[in-house]
Nanobody, 123 residues
Framework: VQLQACGGGLVQAGDSLRLSCAAS????????VGWFRQAPGKEREFVAT????????YYEDSVKGRFTISRDNAKNAAYLLMNSLKPEDTAVYYC?????????????????WGQGTQVTVSS
């Protein structure tokens, strides 16, 4: 599966953004999808994941209640709605997909990656 992320931008603290991840491939619905981010000088980290069943979601603690991950298998797409953005959310955001459980925080275990989209939150 090939992934392409978009939707990043420069916003102020407290604003919202919605990232989109477009996927190719007829079997997209069978993959778990995740969003990860990487800030300058830091390692890539888990943000949120969703299973093939849209009801199964998993969030990093600092984004719980602010970010919502979703997917539309009919459109081969996944989304990350980010509300109440903070300067510490500034990073390049990546979407990823894997065969297997969505309950996996390690970037090394995710098989497919899109290019990143920059999110910058000013204070």
């Amino acid at each position: 599966v090939q992934l392409q992320a978009c939707g990043g931008g420069l916003v102020q603290a407290g604003d919202s953004l919605r990232l989109s991840c477009a996927a190719s491939g007829r079997t997209f619905s069978t993959y778990a999808v995740g969003w990860f981010r990487q800030a300058p000088g830091k390692e890539r980290e888990f943000v949120a994941t969703i299973g093939w069943s849209r009801r199964d979601t998993y969030y990093e603690d600092s984004v719980k209640g602010r970010f919502t991950i979703s997917r539309d298998n009919a459109k081969n797409a996944a989304y990350l709605l980010m509300n109440s953005l903070k300067p510490e959310d500034t990073a390049v955001y990546y979407c990823a997909a894997r065969v297997g459980s969505y309950l996996n925080e390690s970037p090394r275990d995710w098989h497919y990656w899109g290019q990143g989209t920059q999110v910058t939150v000013s204070s």
